[in-house]
């Protein structure tokens, strides 16, 4: 199949891309490198890589010609820099994601697989949180993500456009963001132990979080793309269906400790209920990240 994969040379993208590659399907990137928490960004070079910003539709428009797989990943995805800078962030999450569908519309793609998020759940919903809960969203990051899930449902009901909707919960693994304070949880905690630093622990350490491993994120895409169960903008979980608080993700590695200062704007609790996921993709985690930590990181 010919594949576009926006934010493909990021954490996840990347991942997604190498796995294309390795299945002998033709993609091409689309990543304007502005991920600030990635030490690096990661092109492959069997695909056709342009460093182009999605909020440029002419420059992207014609990207997708002759395209059967759209994999949309690109966005900004922090919750703390959402908060501090929430235009930017409904730019690039909704104005970006728009320009996506519209150009894929335009260019009748095949599908489209959406990568949305777990914080649209909030803190209402009771875990385990369940593709049918009405959404909490918190912070800008969550509204730009119902938001791109709703332009998802649209395009679909007014244009046919099949599209799927992955909600991710907090992804780790290989090529995971480090950088800076905002960081996700392992990468950040990686970095602060090969720096010979305590973990920096937000507020009292027990919120709970499902860890999701990139492996099973890129396999549940592909599974989305080459299924006939889904499509009409169905909504499916991916997570490991078990979580952890931060003061056991701290035991696991076996390091000392720091407490700041709690944040605004974050949820106390994700835990996915993958039966969806399990049902209509026949995905379930092959990898969890308490063996992970220990096999992988501290053998």
């Known amino acids: ?52 910003d999605i909020c440029d539709y002419d420059k992207i428009k014609s990207l997708f010609k002759s395209i059967d797989w759209v994999f949309h990943l690109a966005a900004q995805s922090r919750i703390q820099p959402s908060i501090q ?55 800008p990051y969550a509204i730009s993500k119902i938001m791109s899930e709703d332009l998802c449902k649209m395009y679909n009901a ?13 992804v780790y693994g290989r090529r995971q963001p480090t950088k800076g304070e905002y960081a996700p949880i392992i990468g950040r905690f990686l970095k602060l132990i090969k720096n010979k630093k305590k973990l920096t622990v937000v507020g009292d350490g027990m919120q709970r979080r499902d860890y999701t491993h990139v492996d099973d994120v890129v396999r549940a895409n592909i599974l989305a793309a080459t299924s006939d169960n ?6 499916i979980n991916i997570g490991s269906g078990e979580n952890h608080s931060v003061l056991d993700i701290v035991k696991i590695f076996q390091a ?32 969890f990240v308490n063996n992970w930590i220990k096999e992988k990181i501290l053998k």
């Not at 519309?105 to 949180?129: A, D, E, F, M, R």
């Not at 889904?230 to 909504?235: F, K, L, N, Q, T």
């Open 1 to 52: 199949m010919n594949c576009i994969v926006t934010g493909g040379a990021g954490f996840i993208g990347s991942a997604l891309v190498d796995e294309l590659i390795k299945n002998k399907h033709s993609v091409t990137v689309i990543d304007n490198e502005s991920a600030r928490e990635n030490e690096k960004f990661y092109w492959n070079d069997n695909a056709k890589n342009y460093k182009y």
């Open 85 to 139: 800078d929430p235009a930017y962030t409904i730019r690039v999450n909704c104005y970006g994601t728009e320009n996506v569908l519209k150009a894929s519309k335009k260019n009748n793609v095949k599908k489209l697989i959406y990568s949305s998020s777990s914080s649209i759940y909030g803190v209402k919903n009771t875990t385990p949180q369940k593709e049918n809960m009405t959404s909490d969203c918190l912070n």
């Open 158 to 170: 007014l244009y046919s456009l099949d599209t799927v909707i992955l909600r991710y919960f907090n």
């Open 256 to 287: 000392k400790k720091i407490y700041v200062s709690n944040r605004k704007g974050e949820a106390d609790e994700t835990l996915a209920d993958i039966n969806k996921a399990k049902e209509l993709l026949h995905w379930r985690p092959n990898i």
């Open 230 to 235: 889904v499509r009409g903008a169905e909504i």
